[in-house]
Structure formats: C-alpha cells, structure tokens
C-alpha cells in the first residue's frame, strides 16, 4: 500500500470479516494427516499454509472462496466447500 489513507481504507473493509484463531497443536495434526491423506490418492497440497487453510475449513464447515488450483486436491478428496469465482 502507497500510504496510510489507502491502508486504513482496506483495513477498515478486511475489519468486517471474522477472524479465527489458528488452531494450534490439533489443526496442525489434522493437517499433516489430510496432506497424507491427499498423497496417498496421489495429488499433492504442495504448500502447508494451504493444507492448513483447508483442514481449517473442512473442520469448521467453511467453504472457500479461492483462485488457486493447489486446493484442488482438498475439494476432490477431502470435501472442501469451495466458492467457485
């Protein structure tokens, strides 16, 4: 961002989302297991801040709004809800 006009503009508007904790020691397992879980199928979630964001959503009954074919893998496999843009 440019300045703090432009900052405070998009902060003010990423304010109006829920915000969650991350989960911690459990998601991180349950992660680790969905990214064996998706290898064995033979895809891969290639990055952990992906596998993450997805287990958190397939606990908690999220769906995903995203642009980013590595949460394929979770929507075939594991269920993901995802919002199609």
């Not at 998009?10 to 915000?19: A, C, G, N």
């Not at 397992?29 to 969905?34: C, L, P």
């Amino acid at each position: 961002m440019r300045g703090e006009q432009e900052f405070s503009q998009v902060r003010s508007k990423l304010e109006r989302f829920e915000l969650f904790g991350t989960g911690g020691e459990e998601l991180a397992i349950a992660a680790a297991r969905n990214f064996r879980r998706i290898r064995e199928e033979g895809l891969t979630g290639r990055k952990t801040i992906d596998c993450l964001i997805a287990t958190f959503c397939v606990a908690h009954g999220h769906a995903l709004l995203h642009r980013n074919r590595d949460f394929d893998a979770f929507e075939q496999i594991l269920g993901l809800a995802v919002i199609h843009p």
